[in-house]
């Protein structure tokens, strides 16, 4: 079976229409999705339908974390709309109350086995929902990745995807579908081929005009997150 494992789609529609067009070419059976669905960008709820019509395993990231503090005002929302635009506002209030209870519901980490290929769900790391691993972290902590239970370690998080061989297990960082940081444009994902545990890393591109344009409408400045769009 090939499948696909994607992460932070923050709200992005346009990238994830692209990315699931091109899974369909890929043949792919079922999606594996590491969590930030929200948060940044505006449409979550149509990222959310767009799932839905596939077979996917889904964790939480952060962002979701995120948007049940703002939720339950273990935040402030004018600090949360600073950092990251007004992306949790509009998925408060665009997402229903009991979808919004499913994603404060997901779990931080899961494992899943397919066809007897094990993979580990993770969002920044397997130890902790938060940690960012890069292409140049450390060697130590890389291996701190390492798992003797399964023959995949997903990450995402830090929107650089990557992937490197620990003792027992292949870590791969999917990188972001919604916000690459790697290349404005692109939205990077991974499939995985439980046949021969072979995988590539993909750069599917998308029109971003649609997405800036939304920032001009939705935000009182253009920032970091139209920036990282063209660059």
């Keep these: 079976m090939k499948v696909g494992v994607i992460s932070d789609i923050h ?16 043949g792919i059976e079922k999606i594996l999705v590491l969590g930030d669905i929200v948060g940044y960008y505006y449409h ?3 990222v959310l339908n767009m799932l839905s019509e596939w077979d996917c395993e889904i964790i939480k990231g952060n962002h979701e974390v995120l948007l049940q503090d703002l939720k339950e005002n273990k935040i402030d929302s004018e600090v949360l709309k ?12 665009n997402i229903d109350s009991e979808t919004q209870q ?15 290929v094990s993979f580990q769900l993770n969002h920044g790391s397997p130890s902790s929902i938060d940690e960012y691993i890069y292409p140049d972290t450390p060697l130590a902590q890389l291996n701190k990745c390492n798992s003797v239970e399964h023959d995949f370690v997903l990450i995402g998080h830090s929107h650089y995807s990557f992937s490197f061989r620990c003792k027992n297990s292949t870590l791969i960082n999917c990188g972001s ?27 599917t591109p998308y029109d971003t005009s649609y997405l800036l344009e939304e920032i001009k409408l939705f935000e009182s400045k253009e920032g970091y997150s139209s920036k990282i769009l063209i660059r």
């Design 82 to 93: 600073e950092k990251y635009g007004r992306g949790h506002e509009l998925a408060l209030k």
């Design 11 to 26: 709200g992005n529609h346009y990238a994830l229409d692209a990315v699931l067009k091109s899974a369909k070419k890929e």
């Design 44 to 46: 979550p709820e149509i």
């Design 177 to 203: 579908v919604g916000q690459s940081r790697q290349k404005g444009g692109l939205a990077y994902w991974v499939v995985i081929n439980t046949f021969n545990k072979s995988f590539k890393i993909k750069a």
């Design 102 to 116: 499913w994603l404060f519901s997901l779990p931080v980490q899961k494992s899943v086995v397919i066809d007897n």
